[in-house]
């Protein structure tokens, strides 16, 4: 096989295996092979295994950017985000010192700050400078190894500001190298112009938001904010049931600050996916393991907001539920862009092993979004996004200096820089 690209004597490569979520016991096995090689053809993995065995399977091509790691990198899957809010116009900083000085997201939130806060914003503000503000997110986010990312409208809340956001999310997606997934959040919160009728605003994301994004093709998923004051069971399981007939698969925002019946709700929908489940109990836990659902939980957002607890990451684990965990990059509580930083707080705060921490943010976040059978492996076939990491994997885990050498989307590296190309005879030595 012909490749243009090549990474010799890797330090390791490390890698969960497959296209289907690692759950339960599997969740922890990680593949490692020491002195590792990848070779790649046109943003494809062709070849991934030990650094011996390379030149037996894989041809350079006169071309090919051949970098040779000097057992002093480890080669991993770029991360994939699977939850975030980065698209929105706006700075709520100024609630972070409400918040330390005692006032919960809650009181924030009725006194006019919170969502409504960036919806306001959003509103006010062009598509191209909600563009060019969430390109700037993105760009830490790369920084920090994300490959792949899902976005989500939901701060526009208004049929023609949910579509500017969706079409600024479309028109980012086409000129920056993270792969970006559509969501459309219609359901984040209901507006103040509506809380009188909350009902209209329902009837307004079924009858005409659902058909509009889809007619245009805008988004992939649909969520909902099912919580307490927000959405209740009932309106979500409406919204997520009329997305699924336009052709949104579901996914749901479910107990994140109180037991909300959210999770109920996504294994009665099918959703793929149920998010932060930080009261998630023993009942919804079996309710997303008999339904397949994937638990993508985000410990940053509880460690921001102060919430007190985080998920049971180990009750949905031993569950068997496929556990994934990404960044809720939003204006509020998803202060960082970093799944390094998510991976610390799942290991450190929800008793998640490193090896457990590592699927969730690779395979089984890029399952959580479809996305399973072409990111999040080193498998063959699948898109060469990788992150070349300083020394060990586990250097992931040390917040403050990163480890990160170079981010690489498929097949080119599009941060960082990696050790000088050597030629064939640096291959074989």
């Known amino acids: 096989m012909n490749a ?33 090689a990848l070779a790649a053809h046109d943003g494809r993995l062709i070849y991934a295994g030990s650094s011996e065995l390379l030149l037996s399977t894989v041809t350079p091509l006169h071309h090919a950017r051949i970098y040779d790691l000097g057992n002093a990198f480890t080669v991993m899957p770029g991360f994939v985000d699977a939850h975030t809010h980065a698209a929105y116009a706006g700075d709520r900083r100024a609630e972070l010192r409400r918040r330390l000085g005692g006032e919960s997201y809650a009181q924030i939130a009725a006194s006019g700050g919170g969502i409504v806060a960036t919806v306001a914003a959003t509103r006010r503000a062009s598509q191209a400078e909600i563009v060019e503000e969430t390109r ?14 899902e976005i989500k409208s939901g701060y526009g809340l208004t049929v023609d500001d949910e579509l500017k956001l969706l079409r600024a999310i479309h028109a980012i ?10 969501t459309f959040m219609g359901a984040h ?11 209209r605003y329902v009837d307004l994301v079924v009858e005409t938001m659902i058909p509009a994004v889809a007619g245009e093709r805008l988004a992939e998923w649909c969520d909902v904010f099912c919580e307490n004051g927000v959405f209740t069971p009932e309106e979500s399981r409406r919204i997520l049931l009329a997305g699924s007939a336009a052709g949104l698969k ?4 479910a107990d994140e ?20 489940l930080v009261h998630a109990g023993p009942d919804d836990i079996d309710a997303l393991a008999t339904a397949g ?10 460690f921001y907001l102060k919430l007190g607890r985080l998920a049971p990451a180990r009750q949905l684990i031993e569950a068997g539920v496929p556990v994934a965990i990404a960044t809720d990059v939003n204006p509020g509580g998803g202060l960082s862009p970093s799944m390094p930083f998510a991976m610390a707080l799942a290991c450190f705060g929800m008793d998640m092993t490193f090896e457990e921490a590592f699927a969730a943010a690779t395979l089984n976040g890029a399952w959580s979004l479809g996305l399973a059978d072409t990111v999040g492996t080193l498998d063959t076939g699948k898109l060469a996004d990788l992150v070349v990491i300083e020394g060990d994997a ?5 917040v403050g200096p990163s480890c990160i050498q170079a981010v690489i989307k498929r097949g080119a590296i599009v941060h960082g820089t990696l050790p000088q190309a050597r030629d064939r005879e640096g291959i074989e030595r």
Do not use: F, K, W
Request: charged fraction near 15%.
């Open 250 to 253: 579901p996914r749901i925002h």
């Open 4 to 36: 243009d690209l090549i990474l010799v004597h890797a330090r390791q490569l490390l890698t969960a295996s497959g296209t289907g979520p690692a759950r339960g016991a599997s969740q922890s096995q990680m593949s490692v092979i020491s002195d590792g």
């Open 136 to 149: 700037t997110r993105l760009d830490e986010m790369l920084a920090c190894g994300t490959t792949t990312c």
């Open 189 to 199: 919160e209901v507006p103040p112009e509506y809380r009188s009728d909350r009902s």
């Open 293 to 302: 659902v994937t638990a993508t939980l985000l410990p940053t957002a509880a």
């Open 173 to 182: 997606a086409g000129s920056h190298p993270v792969s970006i997934v559509p």
């Open 394 to 398: 586990v250097n992931l885990l040390r």
């Open 257 to 276: 600050l109180g037991s909300s019946g959210g999770s109920r709700v996504a294994a009665a929908v099918g959703a793929h996916s149920a998010d932060h």
